[in-house]
């Protein structure tokens, strides 16, 4: 017996115009303000002597660890989200909640009000930025789970066609670029200005993060349509519902693919400013590198789009990867290539045709720092980078699709217990691959404290770094590859299984012949 069965059509919808896409993805641009910071700069601000000054092993413990608080609130969220009966929806409540505690978070974290300093309790001898670390981050990823599970089952929500998910999740992550593109700059502007801090540049992130945040989510709350769903008299208790999660194959190896996917993210990441700081003598450009790293990201997400339309999502992110290793293995070039095959590359040399006062100031700048290795690494970069913005937002794409090998199976729609089992999964792989990359580093010898041009590295630390940071990554992306090779969910597939989901009753298991396998 079906207690409530509210229009689901497709037919019923029409295409979403580009105020309800910009409206709904405008969360993502706030979001990267700080999320680039979280990713890249946490490790660098916590462990750099201009930072907190803790050890950079100690910081990935901690990291890692705070990550496995989500294996509770993930699926927990995930399941209230799809149960949630509401006369504002099942997604928007949750992001209304989770957005103050999540701008709580980030403002606690990297503006903290107090200082830490080494104490004694029942005989252990510690620094208190330690425990103050664990405790943010993991307020932090509370409200990132209460907020952002539901809003991306609501962008999964918006639309069943296979190629305008894909186009929900191009806004997104063009959204979040852009997001990305400003924090990466500003880093570079404060230091210019004459900050000398990696704090003071996340005090002004987090300082307009907090202002357009609200601004921005209570636009997309009341413009983004929330569209009333299917709900079936019999309520699926959490641990079944889990176990009908995992029962989805494609799912199951779509969770798999990125598992080695945000791993490889993970481990780039964490170890980005080293690189930069230690082996590009660069610190202080840090952000020069990431802004046309980003442009990248924009400029070629509707090359991935079109390409997803022309050959599927799962061959576009194979397409995507692939690009990806193949630039990453020039980059250990760095460390180990003769210094003057990037002489001639030196932003002196390329500026020699200033007149000499002009050249000289050009000079004293960038003096100590090798520019060539600089300009090197920027071009790889731009290249390399021309594929992230489909490895953000074909996955999500392709998880939204999956949704409905469930909804053939259950009869509704229980996108949040997906998308939490995809986020719980893709935060622990994220964090161990903060753990394996920074501990790696430690183990080889790289010492994050030491100074870049009076260094204690060895060249042997230096070079495992620069493949911590590059190759090894790229291998993690590389193995998901015979997976995404095999995933059945093609376009043709999907409009199979929701023809099969239109013409069954609720709650039914199939139609017309359609597996729930794919």
Known sequence: MVEQIL?????????????????????????????????????????????????????????????????????????????????????????????????????????????????????????????????????????????????????????????????????????????????????????????????????????????????VVLNALLVVPEYPVVITAKKIPLRDSLKLVFANKPYVMLVVIFVFSTTGAAMTNSLSFFFVKHLLLAGDLYGLYLAPYFVSQIAAIPIWFALSRRIGKHRATMAAIGWYAFWSCFIPLIAIAPAAWFTSFGIPEMLSFLPDQQHQTVVDRFAGMDTGKFLFFVLIMCLKGSAIGALAALPAAMAADVVDVDTLTTGEQRAGAYFSIWSMTRKASYAVGITVGTGSAVFFGFDSLADPLDTTNTTQSLVMLACLYSVIPAMFKFAAMPLLWKYPLTEEKLAEIQAGISQSQPGSSSSNGVSADA
Do not use: H, Q
Request: proline share 8%.
């Open 7 to 215: 229009e689901d059509d497709k037919s019923a919808r029409k295409p979403l115009s580009k105020l309800v896409l910009a409206s709904y993805s405008a969360p993502a641009t706030p979001l990267a303000l700080v999320g680039l910071p979280m990713a890249v700069y946490l490790p660098a601000i916590y462990a750099d002597p201009d930072g907190f000054g803790l050890a950079l092993g100690m910081v990935g413990i901690i990291l890692t660890l705070s990550r496995f608080t989500d294996v509770i609130t993930d699926p927990i969220i995930g399941f209230l989200s799809d149960r949630l009966k509401s006369r504002w929806g099942r997604r928007k409540p949750f992001v209304l909640v989770g957005t103050p505690i999540y701008a709580a978070g980030i403002w606690l974290l990297f503006v903290p009000p107090v200082d830490f300093s080494e104490v004694i309790w029942m005989g252990f001898e510690f620094n208190t930025g330690y425990p103050y670390l664990f405790c943010m981050v993991a307020l932090t990823y509370l409200g990132s789970t209460i907020k952002d599970l539901p809003y991306m089952a609501w962008g999964a929500e918006l639309s069943r066609n296979y190629n305008e998910r894909t186009l929900v999740t191009s806004w997104r992550e063009g959204f979040a670029v852009a997001g990305a593109l400003i924090s990466a700059f500003t880093p570079a502007l404060i230091l210019f200005a004459g900050y000398t801090k990696p704090t003071d540049a996340v005090y002004f992130l987090a300082v307009a993060m907090c202002i357009i945040m609200p601004i």
